[in-house]
């Protein structure tokens, strides 16, 4: 692995111009976001395991500076996308834990009616344009986000988020050309947690340097991150997303960090191809939240107390989400046959002429 | 006033007034701008409309499709050339899992109005990697639309339609049919739109009705000359123009009308849009059928490249006639 974390030293990054800005609750708020996806997840898997909900379940637990880090830095005309592992998103960027939740649950309240699941969240009212099921699939709609941006002339950027094990899809080398070739407003951010599955990096990946380092053969900047620091996290992806915006300029940001499960919970291997040790080593060393919840404590801005509250108050609301999915009707049957045209949906001059639907 | 027009001026002309109605429609493909069009479909586009409007790309399909369809999201309206349908095979994911499914899987909060148009047919002597006629493939993912225009109007008519529809519509144009000529109305008669789902009756017969799309109308309107002048048979011919959305009432009607239906799709046999007609109708015109439905599709072995023998693989007039006479 290119670890830009690992055991080195690092910088701080406490001190760049993004990180000077944020107040005491800013930087509380942070911790609170992180809390609460974690302990979404955690709900989650429970109600998994309990064969409540169908599907796949892919925990982004270990993962979670990544989003709430990048989601921080949010300008009005920013976008956002990712792959399959997609709650930590989904809730930084302002979704309730109720309807993400009840879409597990595959019920009517969810956030896409039931009919998405857990890889298919979407909220584009906050920005949030997915939630992929195919891996690198999304890469080239996170340029069509920058594309549009860029169409429309207005000041922002796409952000589109995807695996280590994305990164040698081709549909993902076709997007960085394009970026880079039509100087398009967007970052790639690869969320290296080291594993394709049950394939590590240094099975699956050809590279020099680390991953992202392959934006030079497109003539595009890039950058490594240790994900373990929310302070770098958002000085770095602050770095990308205002070239973005102010340049029209595409970057590749690689932040180097961990999932504690397997790659979904149906990962039958998940414990085999990694050490017992080597998840230890990163939920004692690296956590994101204890290290943030540890260098609030330093700065005095967070006390025992307060962290115990908000982590109370998280547990709270994922059990109260759970409560909401049980008690949420599923979707009918007849719902089955919406969404899936929009002329149809509006019931528009256009979804009146021939025949749409051919069910027998 | 209709004036006479080529196949590839229609759809030029219909980009143009696109371009010029809706500032968020942008062309977009391999050398559809500075090129001017590997067919010359979109000549003098890009000198009229610039950069912005007339996209060249390079060639990745996946890529700028699937940027296509993102940027479809902010409200973009990308009309986007594949310059064979045939390359839909490296562009496939974006074609149907985001093309088709974003919207379903978002619960109704995404829409995705882009347009796929490019040729998509045999008869060239290009092999079976650029001779693929999927619009069957794409009409059986919900979520699509999928129309094949035979005559300049119907393509001009169409293309605008396509446009317009805030759903993803694919549109597969013909090779062939780029150099054929044919009356369009005059953009000062009003707007030439011919809405998807609507099928037209390009012959009136009363013995049998040929059902088809795309160049094999052609084909059925110079086998029914034929079927009138040497065997005294009357055949309607019934151009289904659009494949889904599908005008069954129009499919029905003309197998009430004559009884007898004899399709005739350059698809393959199996899975084609021919099987689906044919189903169609067993299922709702079955009393009316005087005789069993049959078919004249492309031979079912990949496009053959030798120009000797492919025009014999395809549908083609005599084996309209041979089929039509034997199942007399």
């Known amino acids: 692995m290119s670890l830009a974390s690992a055991d080195s030293p690092q910088l701080d990054f406490a001190g760049s111009p993004v990180n000077q800005?944020?107040?005491?609750?800013?930087?509380?708020?942070?911790?609170?976001?992180?809390?609460?996806?974690?302990?979404?997840?955690?709900?989650?898997?429970?109600?998994?395991?309990?064969?409540?909900?169908?599907?796949?379940?892919?925990?982004?637990?270990?993962q979670e500076s990544v989003a709430v880090g990048t989601v921080s830095l949010r300008g009005k005309n920013d976008h956002f996308i990712t792959a399959y592992r997609d709650h930590g998103h989904a809730l930084a960027l302002g979704m309730s834990m109720n309807e993400c939740m009840a879409e597990l649950y595959g019920k009517a309240t969810g956030c896409s009616k039931g009919k998405g699941g857990s890889m298919h969240y979407f909220a584009p009212d906050k920005g949030f344009w997915?939630?992929?099921?195919?891996?690198?699939?999304?890469?080239?709609?996170?340029?069509?986000?920058?594309?549009?941006?860029?169409?429309?002339?207005?000041?922002?950027?796409?952000?589109?988020?995807?695996?280590?094990?994305?990164?040698?899809?081709?549909?993902?080398?076709?997007?960085?050309?394009?970026?880079?070739?039509?100087?398009l407003p967007i970052v790639y951010v690869i969320e290296n947690n080291g594993y394709s599955m049950g394939t590590s990096q240094k099975r699956s990946s050809s590279f020099r340097g680390c991953l992202a380092q392959r934006a030079e053969g497109y003539d595009m900047e890039w950058d490594l991150v240790d994900g373990s620091d929310l302070y770098q996290v958002r000085a770095k992806a602050n770095i990308a997303m205002e070239r973005a915006r102010k340049e029209s300029k595409p970057s590749i940001i690689e932040i180097a960090t961990y999932r504690y499960y397997g790659h979904s919970v149906a990962d039958a291997n998940a414990k085999k191809y990694r050490t017992p040790a080597e998840i230890e080593k990163y939920k004692k060393n690296h956590d994101p939240i204890r290290l943030w919840e540890q260098r609030l404590l330093d700065e005095g801005v967070l006390t025992e107390e307060k962290s115990k509250e908000i982590d109370n108050a998280a547990k709270e609301e994922a059990a109260a989400s759970i409560e909401f999915a049980e008690k949420s009707d599923?979707?009918?049957?007849?719902?089955?046959?919406?969404?899936?045209?929009w002329e149809s949906d509006h019931n528009t001059e256009a979804s009146k002429i021939g025949r749409h639907f051919f069910n027998d | 006033m209709s004036r006479k027009m080529l196949y590839r001026h229609a759809i030029r002309e219909a980009l143009d007034e696109e371009l010029a109605r809706d500032e968020n429609?942008?062309?977009?493909?391999?050398?559809?701008?500075?090129?001017?069009?590997?067919?010359?479909?979109?000549?003098?586009?890009?000198?009229?409309?610039?950069?912005?409007?007339?996209?060249?790309?390079?060639?990745?399909?996946?890529?700028?499709?699937?940027?296509?369809?993102?940027?479809?999201?902010?409200?973009?309206?990308?009309?986007?050339?594949?310059?064979?349908?045939?390359?839909?095979?490296?562009?496939?994911?974006?074609?149907?899992?985001n093309a088709a499914c974003v919207r379903y899987m978002s619960g109704g909060l995404i829409n995705v109005p882009i347009v796929v148009r490019g040729p998509a047919n045999g008869g060239t002597n290009v092999g079976a990697t650029h001779s693929h006629i999927p619009e069957g493939l794409f009409a059986a993912f919900p979520g699509l639309k999928?129309?094949?225009?035979?005559?300049?109007?119907?393509?001009?008519?169409?293309?605008?339609?396509?446009?317009?529809?805030?759903?993803?519509?694919?549109?597969?144009?013909?090779?062939?049919?780029?150099?054929?000529?044919?009356?369009?109305?005059?953009?000062?008669?009003?707007?030439?739109?011919?809405?998807?789902?609507?099928?037209?009756?390009?012959?009136?017969?009363?013995?049998l009705s040929l059902i088809a799309h795309g160049r094999s109308v052609l084909h059925c309107l110079a086998a029914a000359e034929t079927l009138q002048s040497e065997h005294g048979i009357s055949a309607e011919v019934l151009d289904l123009r659009s494949i889904r959305p599908l005008d069954q009432e129009a499919i029905l009607e003309t197998v009430r009308k004559t009884n007898r239906a004899v399709l005739v799709d350059e698809s393959k046999g199996f899975g084609g849009v021919s099987a689906m007609?044919?189903?169609?109708?067993?299922?709702?015109?079955?009393?009316?059928?005087?005789?069993?439905?049959?078919?004249?599709?492309?031979?079912?072995?990949?496009?053959?490249?030798?120009?000797?023998?492919?025009?014999?693989?395809?549908?083609?007039?005599?084996?309209?006639?041979?089929?039509?006479?034997?199942?007399?």
């Open chain 2, 25 to 97: 429609v942008v062309v977009m493909g391999e050398e559809v701008a500075q090129y001017n069009g590997a067919y010359k479909v979109t000549e003098g586009l890009w000198e009229k409309w610039g950069c912005k409007r007339m996209v060249d790309t390079p060639i990745s399909e996946a890529g700028f499709i699937g940027m296509g369809i993102g940027a479809s999201m902010l409200g973009v309206r990308p009309v986007m050339e594949l310059m064979f349908w045939s390359f839909h095979s490296v562009a496939f994911d974006q074609l149907v899992n």
């Open chain 1, 330 to 341: 599923p979707p009918t049957v007849e719902a089955i046959m919406d969404d899936v045209y």
């Open chain 2, 146 to 207: 999928v129309c094949a225009p035979a005559t300049p109007a119907d393509a001009k008519g169409l293309m605008k339609a396509a446009i317009r529809d805030n759903d993803p519509v694919y549109v597969m144009e013909n090779t062939l049919l780029y150099g054929t000529e044919g009356e369009v109305p005059d953009p000062s008669e009003g707007d030439h739109v011919v809405p998807l789902g609507k099928a037209d009756v390009k012959r009136e017969g009363s013995d």
């Open chain 1, 21 to 62: 800005s944020l107040s005491a609750d800013d930087k509380i708020h942070l911790f609170r976001e992180m809390t609460r996806i974690r302990r979404f997840e955690q709900a989650s898997l429970k109600m998994y395991n309990k064969g409540v909900m169908g599907g796949f379940l892919h925990l982004y637990i270990g």
């Open chain 1, 130 to 183: 997915g939630g992929h099921g195919i891996v690198g699939g999304q890469t080239p709609l996170g340029l069509g986000l920058a594309y549009g941006l860029k169409y429309k002339e207005l000041e922002g950027c796409a952000m589109c988020y995807l695996g280590d094990g994305a990164v040698n899809q081709g549909a993902y080398h076709e997007s960085l050309n394009l970026a880079a070739l039509f100087e």
């Open chain 2, 277 to 328: 007609v044919s189903h169609l109708i067993q299922e709702h015109a079955f009393d009316y059928l005087d005789a069993p439905i049959t078919r004249v599709t492309t031979l079912d072995a990949p496009a053959i490249y030798s120009p000797h023998v492919e025009n014999d693989q395809l549908p083609n007039p005599k084996r309209i006639v041979e089929k039509v006479l034997q199942s007399s």
